[in-house]
């Protein structure tokens, strides 16, 4: 089964920081993994997706990368923002379809 | 553009009652799930679907049922209702494979179960 985990389980930084969230997973044959943000009260919203074949993807102030083989994924959000706090969620999806979450990091940024 | 909708977004039930959570996608995707959310623990997979006709069960399916009769719809069943299922419910629809297979959310239910 596979298990992610991400740490820490929160985060608090000053305006103009970079953020470093981290993310493991146990089984490496994995088919893609993703990344999300959760707002208090709302759904589930992409950020970025990186195929196993992929060692980084970019949006605007976010990277993310992969390393498959040590089973891990950092998410950088750069120059962090008071919008960017929020709960950021690492999901990898298995070859039978599943999709498996971590417990998320809450992060606030201090203005 | 819809995308996955989820109807309702709040639930009061009492223990032993039966309710349809519902989930509606229109961008055609062949897979559809169910997680559930709770506090400290991540959202886990209660049931997924490949395709119409075709489900399986995920990590935590006791108490549930689900079907897919159409490739838009895909229903979630509380057959008799406990207050451990007391959580926010998603329902999430990608394409099965390629580069763009993101998953996309609805905004969820709310459920509790006195």
């Known amino acids: 089964k596979q298990e992610v985990t991400q740490i820490p389980a929160a985060l608090s930084v000053p305006e103009g920081e970079n953020l470093v969230l981290n993310c493991s997973f146990t089984?490496?044959?994995?088919?893609?993994l993703q990344w999300f943000r959760q707002d208090p009260g709302k759904g589930l919203t992409s950020l970025l997706l990186?195929?196993?074949?992929?060692r980084e993807q970019t949006s605007g102030r976010l990277n993310a990368s992969l390393d498959k083989s040590s089973g891990r994924s950092t998410l950088y959000i750069a120059a962090s923002q008071p919008g960017d706090s929020a709960t950021y969620l690492c999901?990898?999806?298995?070859?039978?379809?599943?999709?498996?979450f971590g417990a998320g990091t809450t992060v606030t940024v201090r203005a | 553009n819809a995308g996955v909708t989820q109807t309702p977004k709040f639930q009061v039930l009492k223990t032993g009652q039966s309710m349809t959570l519902q989930c509606a996608q229109d961008?055609?995707?062949?897979?559809m799930s169910w997680y559930r959310q709770d506090p400290g623990m991540g959202l886990r997979l209660i049931h997924y679907?490949?395709?119409?006709?075709?489900?399986d069960q995920g990590e935590v399916p006791n108490g549930y049922n689900v079907s897919r009769s159409t490739t838009e719809d895909f229903p979630l069943r509380l057959l008799s209702a406990a207050p451990s299922q007391t959580s926010v419910y998603f329902c999430?629809?990608?394409?099965?494979?390629?580069?763009?297979?993101?998953?996309?959310f609805g905004a969820g239910t709310r459920l509790s179960v006195l």
């Open positions: 999430a629809s990608s394409y099965s494979s390629g580069v763009k297979n993101i998953q996309y």
């Open positions: 089984d490496s044959a994995i088919y893609n």
């Open positions: 990186i195929q196993s074949s992929q």
């Open positions: 999901a990898v999806r298995s070859n039978d379809y599943k999709l498996s």
């Open positions: 961008m055609n995707h062949e897979y």
């Open positions: 679907s490949v395709g119409a006709g075709i489900t």
